[in-house]
Every structure is written in structure tokens, then in C-alpha cells.
């Protein structure tokens, strides 16, 4: 009895370390204004975990069978979360919208697999790393984009 509440406190814990950093990402959203925010970071970050969670638990019940192989389940996270992003992107007066938005998603999804995985250092590195991404490089674009927009000779793409 005492050796299955360890593991499903362990459980617990894994979840729960995921929604929260799930939420500290979706708070930045939240911050810049962005239609996905905290709860559907934590969502996305929760899901990831609870199926590496369910997934390593199946598989510690058919120990020894070749067909289980909770790899698998990981897999089928990332093709599931990119059809979810794929709905955030669209095209708004021909310019393309959302894709910073449906790659956090992405991202948060992977956060959700280590920490569902009790990978709690690459889980808790992958947070900060994102928001350092989503703040720090948000303002280093901002000024490259200023700094565009001043130059009257722009350099040509090619095929221009």
C-alpha cells in the first residue's frame, strides 16, 4: 500500500509540475495579448504529461510484451498538438498570424512530456528557455524591426 501511494504521489507531482509550468508560460501570453493563454498552456502541458503518465503506467503492467512501447504514445502527443496548431495559424490581410502562438503550444506540449516523464530539470530548463524566447527575443525583434523600417535601402530577397 505505502509503495502505490509513492507512486501516485510521484504522479501527482509530475502533473502538477506540469500545469504550473504550463501556466508561467500562458501567463507571458496572457501578458503580450495573445489568444492562447494560461489555461490553454496548462492544458496543453497537463495532456502531454497525463499520457507519458498513462502510458508509462500501461507499460509497467505488460512488462516483458514487445507490442507496448510508451515512445509511442510521445510520438502520437507531437502529431496530435501540430494539427492543434495548425488551427491557430491563419492569414489575416495577407499576413501570416498565430505562429508564434501555435509553436509555444507546441513547446508546452513538450514540457507536459518531460515533466510527465519526471524530467523535472529538462521540463523546468524548457520554461524559462520559452520565456526568454517569448520576452527577451520579443524585444530584440521589436528593435531589429525598427531598425527595418528606418533603412530607405533595404536589402533584396532573392528573386527580387
Known sequence: METLFISSADLVIRLAVAVLLGVLVGTERVLAHKTAGMRTYALVSLGSA????????VVSHYIGRADVNPTQVAGQIVSGIGFLGAGLIIFKDSKLMGLTTATGIWVS????????????????SATLLTL???IALWYVEQRIIKIAEKDPNPPKQIGD
Do not use: K, N, Q
Not at 497525463?50 to 503506467?57: A, D, K
Not at 514540457?111 to 521540463?123: S, Y
Open 50 to 57: 497525463l499520457f507519458v503518465v498513462i502510458s508509462e503506467t
Open 109 to 124: 506540449a513538450g514540457i507536459g512530456m518531460a515533466a510527465g516523464f519526471g524530467l523535472f530539470a529538462i521540463a523546468i
Open 132 to 134: 526568454f524566447i517569448f
